[in-house]
């Protein structure tokens, strides 16, 4: 199975700043047909997870240009620009490249 | 509008079955790939199964962890996916979430607890 490993656990950031989220994958996450299925996603409290990015690096429907993902193969990178108070929650990154479909433990963000 | 409502979820014993029902709509299920994910009250996030098309022979996927004593299926007529879940263990107590679109679209889950 592919495991991944997300860093750090949980962070603190005032609103307006910057933050970072790493995602480590055991295994290359290429697919044979040449994409890399590695998602992220923000779990708000008392909701859902929803989907932020997809294939790396593509915005989902509706998210705003703060979210930024990057990386390649094994090594990956949520980025969240200025802050705002509805970020807060849990994200997770998780692949879809191999069966089975797995996911990190996830980072709790925390607004300082 | 896309929506998925679980269904189904519940206090159960060790060694019960449970039946999960997906009803969807807003978009053509019988092109969807669907997929059901559960989290653990440690918040950890499980694929569980997925159930391609008719056009892939609904072929059936799962994590070793429920293979043999789960099964996803799907009605087209109804726009529903379902998880038959038998010989449920302690370990199987988790919201369940029926998604689609390679989670792209979640639903707002149901509870499953197994405990005696």
């Known amino acids: 199975d592919v495991v991944m490993t997300q860093t750090p656990v949980s962070l603190s950031v005032s609103l307006g700043g910057q933050v970072s989220i790493s995602c480590r994958s055991s295994q290359s996450l290429v697919h044979n047909n040449g994409n890399t299925y590695l998602s992220w996603y923000l779990q708000k409290p008392g909701q859902s997870p929803q989907l932020l990015i997809y294939k790396v690096s593509n915005r989902f429907s509706g998210i705003s240009d703060r979210f930024s993902g990057s990386g390649s193969g094994t090594d990956f990178t949520l980025k969240i620009s200025r802050v705002e108070p509805d970020d807060l929650g849990v994200y997770y990154c998780?692949?879809?490249?191999?069966?089975?479909?797995?996911f990190g433990s996830g980072t709790k963000l925390e607004i300082k | 509008e896309v929506q998925l409502v679980e269904t189904g979820g519940g206090l159960v014993q060790p060694g019960k079955s449970l039946k999960l029902t997906c009803a969807t709509s807003?978009?053509?299920?019988?092109?969807?790939?669907m997929d059901w994910v559960r989290q653990s009250p440690e918040k950890q996030l499980e694929w569980v199964a997925q159930?391609?098309?008719?056009?892939?022979?609904?072929?059936?996927y799962y994590a070793e962890s429920v293979k043999g004593r789960f099964t996803i299926s799907r009605d087209d007529s109804k726009s529903s996916v379902y998880l038959q879940m038998n010989s449920l263990k302690e370990e199987d107590t988790a919201i369940y979430y029926c998604?689609?679109?390679?989670?792209?679209?979640w639903g707002q889950g149901t509870l499953v607890t197994v405990s005696s």
């Open positions: 807003g978009f053509t299920f019988s092109n969807a790939w």
């Open positions: 998604t689609w679109l390679s989670f792209a679209y």
């Open positions: 159930i391609k098309d008719k056009s892939n022979n609904y072929a059936t």
């Open positions: 998780g692949q879809g490249t191999q069966y089975p479909l797995t």
